[in-house]
């Protein structure tokens, strides 16, 4: 009797195990190794925003690569569901939205299909703009460089966001 209160005892105040998210990443149906896997709390489009006109980056909870056979774990502290980025060299980006715990995700990646936008205003180029693409799957950041250029891989019909410390401004162009 002793034995079993001393080992209930230890099971209550034994740390819970973190969680993880596991599949595999596929692209033209093979494998795909060395993508990047990246968790992200979700935001809505409100919360994306503000964040991005506040000039904040996004808080990534956890990060992985993919193996040669395209498998990933990618451990999370929590439970919930979580926005799953994914980046691989000659494929476009790839979002999901993933239950961590679970075990069987599978994200296939499509073709890359980039485009070179510049980005200006009446006063000149946009050097240094953030900008957040809002695309059907899911939500794109990246910057402008010191000529206000910037190159997106394809994403559909997508809105636009652009932020700077002096201006703020937003539209919406079919990138193709």
Same mark, same amino acid.
């Given at each position: 009797m002793k034995r079993m209160a001393v080992t209930l005892v230890l099971l209550l105040v034994a740390p819970a195990a973190a969680a993880s998210i596991r599949g *595999?990443?596929?692209?033209?149906? %093979?494998?795909? /190794?060395?993508?990047k896997i990246s968790a992200? *709390?979700?935001?809505?489009?409100? %919360?994306?925003? /503000?964040?991005v006109v506040a000039n904040r980056s996004r808080v990534v909870l956890a990060t992985t690569m993919s193996a040669a056979d395209g498998a990933f774990t990618l451990p999370i502290d929590g439970a919930g569901c979580v926005a799953v980025h994914v980046e691989a060299a000659t494929f476009a980006p790839s979002f999901a939205e993933a239950v961590v715990g679970d075990g069987d995700v599978l994200i296939s990646l499509a073709p890359k299909r980039s485009g070179q936008i510049t980005l200006r205003s009446p006063a000149g180029p946009l050097a240094g703009a953030r900008v957040a693409v809002f695309a059907r799957d899911g939500v794109v950041e990246t910057a402008a460089d010191d000529r206000g250029e910037l190159t997106l891989d394809?994403?559909?019909?997508?809105?636009?966001?652009?932020?700077?410390a002096t201006a703020s401004s937003t539209w919406t162009p079919a990138l193709r």
């Amino acid at each position: 009797m002793k034995r079993m209160a001393v080992t209930l005892v230890l099971l209550l105040v034994a740390p819970a195990a973190a969680a993880s998210i596991r599949g *595999t990443v596929v692209g033209g149906g %093979e494998a795909v /190794a060395n993508a990047k896997i990246s968790a992200y *709390t979700i935001e809505s489009e409100k %919360e994306t925003i /503000a964040r991005v006109v506040a000039n904040r980056s996004r808080v990534v909870l956890a990060t992985t690569m993919s193996a040669a056979d395209g498998a990933f774990t990618l451990p999370i502290d929590g439970a919930g569901c979580v926005a799953v980025h994914v980046e691989a060299a000659t494929f476009a980006p790839s979002f999901a939205e993933a239950v961590v715990g679970d075990g069987d995700v599978l994200i296939s990646l499509a073709p890359k299909r980039s485009g070179q936008i510049t980005l200006r205003s009446p006063a000149g180029p946009l050097a240094g703009a953030r900008v957040a693409v809002f695309a059907r799957d899911g939500v794109v950041e990246t910057a402008a460089d010191d000529r206000g250029e910037l190159t997106l891989d394809e994403l559909g019909e997508a809105t636009m966001l652009c932020s700077l410390a002096t201006a703020s401004s937003t539209w919406t162009p079919a990138l193709r």
